[in-house]
């Protein structure tokens, strides 16, 4: 994989940070009202448009938010 430049690591530590404060939410938003349809899909979506298209910087960073969207999708209240 190659390096990343200073932009993109900017960028990838936001996207980390942002992923975690929106995992606690969503945990918080299932116990109070449930999982749903498109759990958190609303989330990744506001991810994607903070960034612009994940492929404009890396597929490094296309990858974590991926992951995070399985996440979502996999999300169950076992979890926690």
Known sequence: MRNLTDEEKRVKK???RDIIRY???????????G???NFGQKEVTELIDKVGSPLTYS?????IISKFDDW???FN????
């Open 14 to 16: 936001k996207v980390e």
């Open 23 to 33: 995992k606690e939410q969503l945990k918080k938003k299932a116990r109070k009202k």
């Open 35 to 37: 999982i749903y349809e």
């Open 59 to 63: 597929t490094e960073i296309g990858v």
């Open 72 to 74: 979502c999708m996999n």
């Open 77 to 80: 209240n076992n979890i926690f």
